[in-house]
């Protein structure tokens, strides 16, 4: 039965290798979704506190293929399914089925790609779905439409933003998530 789900989340070398290491373990071992950032050098679709870590991760070098060997050493040592959250030149950058491989193999379940609109998730899908890998597609309108066409094309996982959660009523962000476990049988993440 789908659930909602409070995530947590890690940007990856924050506070260097070690700790990213740490973080992941102990993140991992009480959630169920668990989110890995790949810092970006302008992240600017995240939180005030996140683009903060985006900057600290800068500062202790790294590449996207470091986090990928953290993310391997670490598959068989929990449970949690890990959303890798990338801005989408990351992957562009990386080549996308080259990208997506590498996730895969470094026990990612699913990519949230936080620049990316839903009407151009075409531009990395495909080599997700080859690669076994959910699209995470993240709900941020209150328009019924909008939020209509995501929920249909949504797999497994479907993301609420804290905006969009902030934004409902109680009642309609109740009737929402209902809607989402009963009609499309999604479970929710909503960042903590």
């Known amino acids: 039965m789908p659930k909602t789900y409070t995530i947590e ?80 030149n990351t992957a562009f950058a990386y080549g996308y089925e080259s990208f997506c491989k590498r996730a895969k193999e470094s026990g990612v379940f699913g990519l949230n790609v936080k620049d990316m609109p839903f009407v151009e998730k075409q531009e990395i899908e495909s080599q997700a779905i080859s690669n076994d890998l959910v699209v995470v597609h993240t709900l941020a309108s209150s328009d019924p439409e909008t939020i209509e066409d995501i929920l249909r094309d949504s797999s497994d996982v479907v993301y609420l933003s804290e905006s969009l959660k902030n934004k409902l009523p109680e009642n309609e962000l109740e009737s929402l998530l209902t809607d989402i476990e009963k009609t499309y049988q999604l479970d929710v993440v909503i960042a903590n």
Do not use: C
């Open 9 to 88: 989340h890690v940007v990856a070398y924050e506070n260097g290798r070690e700790a990213t290491v740490e973080e992941i373990l102990h993140k991992a071992d009480k959630q169920w979704y668990l989110e890995v950032l790949i810092p970006f050098s302008d992240p600017i679709a995240e939180s005030p506190e996140l683009q903060d870590a985006s900057v600290r991760a800068m500062q202790h070098p790294h590449t996207t293929d470091d986090i990928f060997d953290i993310l391997y050493e670490l598959k068989d040592k929990h449970e949690a399914k890990i959303l890798l959250s990338i801005y989408l």
